[in-house]
């Protein structure tokens, strides 16, 4: 009996309550925008799949951010409105891609480095962006909770979503087969074994060509 | 001494999202009356494992060194780490201590703390572990993975999405060519455009021209208009159409610093 009134009472706890959302966005995004700033100054830490992190990294190349921030506050934009509707707001797109790629592509697209090159600035912008995110969630959620039962099209996004990981791979073998010939057999043999194990063969690929990249390099 | 940084950064941030990955996870088995952080796929996949500590364990260790094959490349950790890696890792290692679901998998405070500390060891492992590799990997990685990621975002991506609008119905379909070739002319990229015309158009089918969806259109379409404007686009139109660019148009954009 003690223990069914601990549980009633941590059901309105922090761990269950509606009013935590934002503060487990902000967490979330403060800790991607660090990790987005750590790609900025050191190459490693983006918290998103190579294709997205390419479009920033074409920015942080010619100073062209558009594609990225048009790219990554358009997702941002659609998650929300979908998070807010369905009960799940979508990690990838909201955070990892809009908050993580398309605010920073952003902020640097109109010449704002500091959030982004300071960690510890980039730590208090995430948390104030997911913060925001996250009240407005909360707000929309109050507003249209009850009133409907559609999903807005999330599961048709989702296995579009899921399909593109699938294309991954043999572009990956493509691709290194224009790099050079000896990259290309290690990206082949490399899928072929990981297809053989049932694991995901674009990660198969990727560690071929670097095995054969290694012995055998090539220029840029 | 880079090393270190690099070091102290990613426990911070590992800390961080580890952290809000468990919670966010363990909410989605409270959702819709729960407003959670996730995926459906995490959802799917973690109730397909549900209950093996082994099964949750090797899921997230195939999905873990594909992301470090890729941080090792690009310095991109892929979105498996807070999709899969950690979500599937901090259950592995609450059931080794209780088999009960309401003690592990659905408990968003034991999912949190787990997570947390997952977090930091994995985050810390990929960034200095990938910190300090040769520079003939890295060259190879960026000749193999650039063109196949470009590739794969400025048409396999928009392809599969433009699909799937169409598939699923007339309104959808409709929509999302409309947005999604507007999107490609001004943002560079149709994924953007698709997946709001999905957004709506499976909006106006299951709910009809309520006022949620009117204002969704009009949000929809203001983004368009700040973008184009924004990116220029406007100016490029005019000047494409062999029409002179308006005075007071041309004061706006340097007036906005554009």
Redesign the interface.
């Known amino acids: 009996m003690e223990n069914d009134l601990k549980d009633l009472e941590q059901a309105k706890s922090f761990?269950?309550?509606?009013w935590a959302?934002p503060i487990?966005?902000g967490?979330?995004s403060?800790?991607?925008f660090?990790?987005t700033s750590?790609?900025y100054n050191?190459?490693?830490?983006?918290?998103?799949?190579?294709?997205?992190?390419?479009?920033l990294?074409a920015g942080m190349t010619d100073g062209a951010y558009?594609?990225a921030a048009?790219?990554g506050?358009?997702?941002l934009?659609?998650r929300v409105?979908?998070?807010?509707l369905?009960?799940?707001?979508?990690?990838?797109g909201s955070?990892?891609t809009g908050v993580g790629i398309g605010i920073p592509a952003i902020l640097l697209s109109?010449g704002f480095e500091a959030p982004v090159k300071s960690?510890p600035l980039a730590?208090l912008t995430g948390l104030i962006i997911g913060v925001v995110i996250g009240g407005i969630?909360?707000v929309v959620?109050h507003f249209?909770i009850g009133?409907?039962?559609?999903?807005?099209?999330?599961?048709?996004?989702?296995?579009?979503?899921?399909?593109?990981g699938r294309?991954?791979g043999p572009?990956?073998i493509?691709?290194?087969v224009?790099?050079s010939i000896p990259?290309g057999l290690g990206?082949t043999a490399g899928a072929a074994i990981f297809y053989a194990w049932k694991?995901?063969i674009?990660?198969g690929a990727?560690?071929g060509?670097?095995i054969?990249?290694?012995f055998f390099?090539?220029?840029? | 001494m880079h090393i270190l940084i690099v070091l102290m950064e990613s426990v911070i941030i590992g800390g961080l999202v580890g952290f809000a990955a468990g919670v966010g996870a363990a909410r989605m088995f409270n959702a819709p009356t729960v407003q959670a952080l996730g995926a459906f796929r995490t959802l799917g996949e973690m109730n397909a494992a549900e209950g093996d500590a082994a099964s949750h364990f090797s899921f997230g260790l195939g999905f873990f060194f594909n992301a470090w094959a890729s941080t090792v490349g690009a310095g991109a950790f892929t979105q498996d780490v807070t999709h899969r890696v950690i979500p599937n890792w901090a259950v592995s290692a609450l059931l080794l201590r209780s088999k009960d679901m309401n003690e592990s998998m659905h408990n968003p405070k034991k999912m949190g703390i787990m997570s947390a500390l997952i977090g930091i060891v994995v985050v810390a492992f990929l960034n200095v572990t990938s910190s300090s590799i040769p520079a003939a990997l890295q060259v190879t990685a960026v000749k193999v993975l650039v063109p196949a990621a470009t590739l794969l975002i400025n048409m396999v991506m928009p392809i599969i999405f433009w699909l799937a609008a169409i598939d699923a119905g007339r309104r959808s379909g409709l929509l999302g060519t409309i947005f999604g070739g507007l999107a490609a002319l001004i943002m560079g990229n149709a994924v953007p455009g698709v997946v709001l015309g999905i957004l709506i158009g499976k909006g106006v089918e299951e709910i009809g021209w309520t006022r949620i969806t009117r204002i969704m259109l009009g949000a929809v379409i203001l983004l368009f208009i700040l973008s184009a404007f924004f990116r220029g686009f406007d100016v490029d139109l005019l000047k494409s159409f062999s029409l002179s660019v308006p005075q007071w148009l041309t004061n706006w954009h340097s007036s906005m610093g554009g």
């Open positions: 761990w269950f309550a509606d959302f487990i966005v967490i979330m403060a800790g991607v660090a990790g750590m790609y050191y190459g490693v830490g983006a918290f998103n799949e190579v294709a997205i992190v390419a479009m990294k558009g594609a048009a790219f506050a358009s997702f934009f659609a409105l979908e998070g807010s369905v009960g799940i707001l979508d990690l990838g955070i990892l109109v960690f730590l969630i909360y959620r249209t009133q409907s039962k559609a999903t807005f099209g999330a599961d048709v996004m989702m296995g579009a979503g899921n399909d593109t294309f991954l572009l990956i493509l691709s290194a224009t790099a990259i990206a694991k995901p674009a990660g990727i560690i060509a670097m054969l990249g290694f390099p090539v220029k840029l």
